[in-house]
């Protein structure tokens, strides 16, 4: 070698690198575990002497907890050394000794893979050596901030709006449920002898058909009416829904006139229970507020 340092996939090529090698030469991944097939133990210790380093121990997904290793999915050193398109050519989770076709990839790698309209495999069961339930806490933060538990996404309803009938990703079907959303919550400053409507969405986002029980309280009893509207037409409770049907429901505030209500705030509660699961329930909040005095700012007037 004419100078220091070289490249090591100047001369053997590396898919990783995306260099291309010399003709001839093994590439780097064959040659580094050819190389040292003998030298290191084969076992998980070996490969962290490397991927990614005896402290990082990057493999902590869902497998490596019921005793799988590298190995396991890898082969052990010579078994990479021989591999003929290192980087490019891994495990596979359609492989019959795995999971099976019902699991099938199309690409050749499992983090390029997608499924069920496009999504990519790991948006669900996560990334390479984190696959869900990982043993490391912080892997799960977005599982639970998404569906409410860790593990494996597996809440049709944090993409869709009602869970979908039929079958869904690997041929599986979604368990008959009872669910709802119930929202926004509202919030207004007014002056005294305003009147204004607080409009909220509920929906059915189970796979049952259901119906809904309405009930209200209003802290200063400011609310004059509820009504509920599907389709333009008036429905009176129980609402009933069909899975991903949706009614819209109106609160009607009036504010009483004078200046003894200053200072004084409504909070009412709208709370929609299922007719069939009364354990079932979502609530909304509407907050009306009457500030204690009127604020008034100067004008400017500029040349």
């Not at 490249?7 to 090698?21: F, M, Q, V």
């Not at 305003?194 to 189970?206: E, I, K, P």
């Amino acid at each position: 070698m004419e100078r220091r340092p070289v490249l090591c996939a100047e001369c053997h090529s590396s898919n990783a690198l995306n260099a291309p090698g010399l003709l001839g030469i093994p590439s780097l991944s064959n040659a580094v575990h050819g190389e040292h097939k003998d030298k290191i133990s084969q076992d998980l210790s070996g490969c962290y002497t490397c991927h990614p380093g005896p402290q990082t121990q990057c493999l902590r997904d869902t497998m490596s907890q019921q005793g799988m290793d590298c190995i396991d999915c890898h082969g052990n050193m010579e078994a990479v050394s021989q591999n003929s398109n290192p980087w490019l050519n891994g495990p596979r989770c359609d492989n019959a000794a795995c999971h099976g076709s019902g699991y099938q990839q199309d690409q050749p790698l499992y983090r390029m893979s997608k499924e069920h309209g496009g999504i990519y495999c790991a948006a669900c069961h996560d990334s390479p050596h984190a696959i869900a339930p990982s043993r490391e806490p912080n892997d799960s933060i977005k599982f639970i901030e998404l569906q409410g538990h860790a593990g494996t996404l597996d809440t049709c309803t944090v993409c869709h709006i009602s869970v979908p009938a039929g079958p869904g990703p690997h041929g599986m079907v979604a368990p008959e449920q009872r669910s709802l959303t119930f929202g926004p919550d509202h919030a207004r400053a007014v002056e005294p002898g305003v009147q204004l409507v607080y409009t909220h969405t509920l929906r059915n986002t189970g796979t049952l058909s259901d119906s809904y029980n309405l009930d209200w309280s209003s802290s200063q009893s400011w609310v004059d009416a509820l009504s509920v509207e599907m389709d333009g037409a008036a429905v009176e409770p129980p609402v009933p829904l069909e899975p991903g049907e949706t009614a819209l429901v109106s609160v009607e505030v009036t504010v009483p006139q004078g200046n003894a209500v200053r200072g004084l705030m409504d909070k009412t509660v709208v709370t929609a229970t299922s007719a069939i699961s009364t354990t079932l329930f979502r609530s909304v909040i509407d907050t009306t507020l009457v500030p204690r005095a009127q604020v008034y700012l100067p004008l400017l007037l500029r040349d």
